[in-house]
T-cell receptor, first 114, second 111 residues
Framework: EAGVVQSPRYKIIEKKQPVAFWCNPI?????LYWYRQNLGQGPELLIR????????DSQLPKDRFSAERLKGVDSTLKIQPAELGDSAVYLCASSLLSDPSTQYFGPGTRLTVL | GENVEQHPSTLSVQEGDSAVIKCTYSDSASNYFPWYKQELGKRPQLIID?????GEKKDQRIAVTLNKTAKHFSLHITETQPEDSAVYFC??????????FGSGTQLTVLP
């Protein structure tokens, strides 16, 4: 069974440019998470989806970040415009709706903003 | 919301020795406590977890203990091997049903 898939794995952009990350969760997992992991720190939740509904986006900086999960399967996280402080690893995770605590992570996208 | 503190931030042990990493949490409603291992440049991987109705859980060389009264839980690795070297994160699920992670422990096992 394939795990959580993310692309791209690495992205280097200049500040003020837009960037988008894509995630495909484990098949059958209704719940999808986007986390940001800064260097030397643990992942921090940005947004959580149950099917296509964003049920927790309180930590998402809405002035520049947006996310969507239109068909309740794969998801896209976008930053526009990117700032230097957005450099981090963006992790996607998924879980069953019935067991939201047991989360499986993707490999992440390492974003560098110059 | 939930706050999870983890220590030490770095830990070096000799191969074959034991390693212990400790975490405390703030939300008394938390009932699930996973531990993740993250090797450099790779995804966090769940290595063991414990739920609030259990005080201790063991899986080969890895064990986790939970003290709900004191709101702390610990990861114990025995007979450490060089491949155990990684960053370890604890986490807790609070009343919001979301995982809050600790800041990580860089474990280095010296050959």
């Amino acid at each position: 069974e394939a795990g959580v898939v993310q692309s791209p794995r690495y992205k280097i952009i200049e500040k003020k440019q837009p960037v988008a990350f894509w995630c495909n969760p484990i098949s059958g997992h209704n719940t999808l998470y986007w986390y940001r992991q800064n260097l030397g720190q643990g992942p921090e939740l940005l947004i959580r989806y149950e099917n296509e509904e964003a049920v927790d986006d309180s930590q998402l900086p809405k002035d520049r970040f947006s996310a969507e999960r239109l068909k309740g399967v794969d998801s896209t996280l976008k930053i526009q415009p990117a700032e230097l402080g957005d450099s981090a690893v963006y992790l996607c995770a998924s879980s069953l709706l019935s067991d939201p605590s047991t989360q499986y992570f993707g490999p992440g996208t390492r974003l560098t903003v110059l | 919301g939930e706050n999870v503190e983890q220590h030490p931030s770095t830990l070096s042990v000799q191969e074959g020795d034991s390693a212990v990493i400790k975490c405390t949490y703030s939300d008394s409603a938390s009932n699930y406590f996973p531990w993740y291992k993250q090797e450099l440049g790779k995804r966090p991987q769940l290595i063991i977890d414990i739920r609030s109705n259990v005080g201790e859980k063991k899986d080969q060389r890895i064990a986790v203990t939970l003290n709900k009264t004191a709101k702390h839980f610990s990861l114990h690795i025995t007979e450490t091997q060089p491949e155990d070297s990684a960053v370890y994160f604890c986490a807790a699920t609070g009343s919001a049903r979301q995982l809050t992670f600790g800041s990580g422990t860089q474990l280095t096992v010296l050959p």
